[in-house]
């Protein structure tokens, strides 16, 4: 990594912004954040306030010429320190074994099942364990999608990092 990109400063709290010095004054860094302009970045630097941001404003796709030297090394900051973490955090995340495919080996021993051999009591003691598979699957389901809405409301859902410091910075 180049010595311009190790004094990039992540902003605490703030996924997406970053300082980054200037080439031409270090001890007066830019504010960039690489959210704006949907995630074609922004920053306070003169180049981009003059020449990127007024066709950005109106409208123009992200396009590599439409970013400045700041935003262009706070993506690569991004990619090459903290990208690495968010994907490393994302990995450990455990999922419990599918209770689907538990349910779809009971449905088989079920049909594949000799009516002359399977009593009645056998049967429906494996339709309700057929039944229990399918309550747990949606009770799953439906934690993951409130996990997925407002993952603070269950302590068990995995989080995406929301910070530099959430992934380890």
């Given at each position: 990594m180049s010595c311009r990109l190790k004094s990039i400063q992540p902003i605490e709290g703030e996924?997406?912004?970053?300082?980054?010095?200037?080439?031409?004054?270090?001890?007066?860094?830019?504010?960039?954040?690489?959210?704006?302009y949907k995630f074609n970045g922004g920053c306070d630097c003169p180049r981009f306030h003059f020449n990127c941001e007024p066709l950005l404003s109106r409208g123009a796709d992200k396009a590599e010429h439409l970013r400045c030297g700041h935003i262009k090394d706070a993506r690569s900051f991004f990619l090459d320190e903290i990208l690495p973490r968010i994907a490393d955090k994302i990995r450990h995340v455990v999922k419990p074994p599918p209770l689907v495919i538990q349910?779809?080996?009971?449905?088989?021993?079920?049909?594949?099942?000799?009516?002359?051999?399977?009593?009645?009591?056998?049967?429906?003691?494996?339709?309700?364990?057929?039944?229990?598979?399918?309550?747990?699957?949606?009770?799953?389901?439906?934690?993951?999608?409130?996990?997925?809405?407002?993952?603070?409301?269950?302590?068990?859902?995995?989080?995406?990092?929301?910070?530099?410091?959430?992934?380890?910075?």
């Open positions: 996924l997406f912004r970053f300082y980054v010095p200037s080439v031409s004054r270090p001890e007066f860094p830019h504010t960039v954040d690489l959210e704006f349910a779809q080996g009971i449905v088989t021993q079920i049909q594949q099942a000799d009516p002359c051999q399977y009593p009645e009591h056998e049967k429906i003691a494996d339709l309700l364990e057929l039944k229990d598979h399918i309550l747990a699957t949606v009770d799953q389901i439906r934690d993951e999608i409130e996990s997925a809405r407002d993952p603070e409301k269950h302590e068990d859902a995995p989080t995406m990092p929301g910070s530099p410091e959430d992934v380890g910075l």
